[in-house]
DNA sequence: CATCTAATTAGATTATAATCAAATTAGATA
DNA sequence: TATCTAATTTGATTATAATCTAATTAGATG
């Protein structure tokens, strides 16, 4: 399940009119007119208000003449209700989960020959990788202070500061005290 | 539970990056410069999203020194969630559960000395209601051709035309090669 | 009490979407 | 083919909300 269709489903299902469709369509499928009627709307916004759940599968349709009688799909309602429930232990995350590839792309493009950062990235993905490609020389478990951490960013780049605060923002590091360790693995963003 | 509620919640998880935010606490409490970080976004953002999400109670907070940390209550979530796919037997509808007091004041309202409709109410569910008086003395299960059904009306109101339209798009009628039928009381909407 | 840090609020900008009237389309029927 | 009905599309209007910068607040600490 993709987070874009997560949200999608939570966007089209938060609103007032579309639930109420629901709720009518939970005794039986209606037409169009009906549901305008009941709802005290007008066809047209009952016509965008289908488009939208269908566009999720929550609803379906079947032609009888000239009317189109609108059913619910009470199966994938549920199925899609429950979803943000069940998220966490697979991949939901579509852009912080990044390929080794990738990765390689980015700091070929970042870093110069001498292993210098060249800028630092605006987009948080790619910085993410670049913090990775800086933190790797520091060792797990070891507690540093802040003066080793300036040290060793200064191999990479000028701008200490910023990027020892990025360090702890994403979560690579830890801080406590003034004293600095890396986050287990676990806990990094990329 | 009522409409309102469930239309808030989901209008609430409807949004990318607050879907975000509890993707990252269901693996454990944060703070919001950490969720700044890992979402590259800014902490004022950041403190929007979570607003919203204590709004629904999806997320609560501790305090330790300076830093507040967010949990999510997967409880609540999941009791959320699953409220959408429940509605139905009970009243959601909010609107359309007219008490009999009200309906007879309408009807005092909007009915003169004479049983006839003063004037036809916009409010649709002051519409309804009279459209309901109307509709009583017509016969469960008896065929009416629709010249009968303009007499009947025009008991009441002058514009058969209407509301022999407003019958049929209320579902208080059914309507089949121009023969007009009462449906069963449980589709009428009041 | 002065200062620091994390969080929040205020205000502005920009994007998204709910609703309706008017026009159009799709299919049925005479 | 002409016409009727239900549904949809178009275009306009209005409301809601996501995000940011700058300013402020709440609590901790020296």
């Given at each position: 399940m993709q987070l874009s269709k997560i949200v999608h489903f939570h966007k089209t299902i938060g609103d007032k009119t579309r639930i109420r469709i629901i709720y009518l369509l939970k005794s039986g499928p209606l037409h169009g007119q009906a549901i305008a009627g009941k709802l005290g709307l007008k066809p047209p916004t009952i016509s965008h208000h289908l488009a939208k759940l269908k566009e999720i599968d929550v609803v379906t349709q079947r032609r009888d003449k000239n009317t189109i009688y609108f059913y619910l799909n009470e199966e994938k309602l549920k199925r899609m209700a429950e979803a943000i429930t069940k998220i966490?232990?697979?991949?939901?995350d579509n852009e912080l989960i990044v390929s080794e590839e990738e990765k390689a792309k980015v700091i070929q493009n970042f870093i110069d020959s001498t292993g210098r950062l060249k800028t630092i990235p605006a987009q948080r993905k790619k910085k993410n990788i670049l913090l990775e490609y800086m933190v790797r020389g520091l060792e797990q478990g070891k507690q540093y202070k802040e003066e080793e951490i300036n040290e060793h960013i200064l191999r990479y780049h000028e701008d200490y500061a910023t990027i020892r605060r990025e360090f702890v923002m994403t979560q690579f590091m830890y801080r406590q005290d003034g004293v600095y360790e890396l986050n287990p693995k676990e806990m990094w963003p990329v």
């Open positions: 966490g232990g697979i991949n939901l």
